[in-house]
């Protein structure tokens, strides 16, 4: 089988829940997910909630840390 590359639109829980799941699957090829953010992916939902009510920091709320992108 050759490897290809694949191209997911949107950094949010959807688009990092689907790479994520490409790797744990097996898959060996290229993976770029694209947002507008800078930031790796990052839980939304407690962001507006915990973090603002300063329960989190923003590095917890990444769904995986920097080096697994």
């Known amino acids: 089988m050759t490897k290809s590359d694949v191209v ?3 950094a949010g829980h959807g688009g990092a829940q689907c790479a994520i799941a ?3 699957n ?3 090829g290229t993976i770029t997910v694209i947002g507008r953010e ?3 992916p990052y839980e939304r939902p407690p ?3 915990e973090y603002f009510a300063r329960e989190k920091t923003f ?7 920097a080096t697994f992108w």
């Open 47 to 49: 962001l507006s909630k």
């Open 59 to 65: 590095d917890r709320l990444f769904i995986r840390p």
């Open 38 to 40: 800078p930031e790796y």
């Open 8 to 10: 997911i639109v949107g």
């Open 22 to 24: 490409l790797r744990q």
């Open 26 to 28: 097996g898959y060996e």
